[in-house]
């Protein structure tokens, strides 16, 4: 009688284990809220203290006071996806092979992998800021706006109004810095500075309407001065703007003008360009590339950065061709890459994410358990890192 019941009893084990399995699946992940009140995925929180939400695969948010967020879609145990109303939240997402998190704030989404960054929302001024701390991330911006790759150590910047896209180093200085902190003011003291006709610069001079109705237009000269005409040796001027009146590629890249500025370099010469451009020119040449898939432009803007500005420039180039040859394919180039970065800035701003691209070139050339000395050092230098999880599995690879 037992044999009998060994078959059956077999079967029904394993129909509720699928049961169980495909329950789980179906749920998705799980998520505590803690400082504020859970209505159904929208937490509001207080105006005197943060709220913190941790989800089952350690991903955790925490909600300034009074921002508001909703968690509008859990996308099985791959992630979710959350719509900032108001306020500043801070993420730690957990990366793994499969994460696909979405942060929505106004016409903004903000998609993610792994990372740690900060999001502010200023739902009135429709304006988002994006900082950076590890990892990386797309920004998809208003409409026609593009996809912006924006990078640990980096800060974005949205404006849904005047339809403008900034990303900057968060440790630059100048302007441009200026015009992408929490507050706008300097960017408008400076067009102040210039002048009313100069607030259309960043997407080209103003048109003729608004030129006439703010700047000063001297009266014409009587007929009788009027300067005779030129004689057949002379040339008359050419009707173009000099240089110096153009924006600055750093300027065009910040606002997302990415092909302007593969064009203006292809105007130049390319060539000349490459042995001439000063760093700030060549570093928005190679990211303007690498926005529009250039990626043989880009490849050689990076070389010629390393080549002219090694000090300055060289360790960040070395990371982005690591990174320009992983996501080729290229394992074993973009790992050299990845190692020169670390060699030469052990403690820069993103030599975390250059240990993390060498484990995963390392993983995919000699395997898991070659990339465990890689996944080591990582948690030893970066515990609670973004790819800290996925270097603990591969720590404990025998």
Known sequence: MVVRWVAPLAFAASVLMAVFFFWRTERGLD????????????????????????????????????????????????????????????????????????????????????????????????????????????????????????????????????????????????????????????????????????????SGPAPPAAQGQHAEVAAPPPESAAPPAPSAAETPAPLVAPPSARPPWSKLVSQGEFRRVVQEA?????????????????????????????????????LALRARYASTAGSRAAFLLGRLHESRGA??????????????????????????GKMRTVQSLEGPAAARAVAQEYLRLYPSGVHAKTARQLAAQP
């Open 31 to 202: 998520y505590v809220v803690e400082g504020a009140v859970n209505e159904s995925g929208y937490v509001r929180a207080p105006v005197d203290h943060p709220a913190a939400i941790t989800f089952s695969d350690q991903t955790r948010i925490r909600a300034a006071a009074g921002a508001r967020l909703r968690i509008d879609e859990i996308k099985n145990e791959r992630g979710a996806r959350i719509s900032v109303e108001r306020g500043r939240v801070e993420a730690e997402v957990t990366h793994t092979g499969h994460s696909d998190w979405r942060f929505v704030a106004g016409p903004f989404v903000v998609r993610v992998v792994g990372t740690r960054f900060e999001l502010l929302w200023d739902a009135d001024r429709e304006r988002l800021e994006v900082i950076l701390r590890e990892g990386a991330v797309e920004v998809e911006g208003y409409s026609g706006s593009g996809v912006v790759s924006v990078r640990a150590g980096q800060r974005f910047v949205g404006d849904a109004q005047a339809r403008t896209l900034h990303v900057s180093d968060t440790t630059a200085q100048g302007p441009d810095t200026a015009a992408q902190g929490p507050d706008t003011a300097a960017q408008a003291a400076d067009t102040a500075a210039q002048g009313p006709d100069t607030a259309a610069q960043g």
């Open 266 to 302: 292809e105007a130049r010469g390319t060539q000349s360009c490459l042995t001439s451009c000063d760093a700030a020119d060549l570093n928005a040449l190679a990211d303007a590339a690498r926005y529009v898939g250039q990626n043989e432009l880009a490849e050689q803007a990076l």
């Open 331 to 356: 394992a074993a180039r973009a790992r050299t890459w990845y190692e020169t970065a670390l060699r030469e800035a052990p403690g820069g701003a993103f030599a975390a994410e250059a240990l993390a």
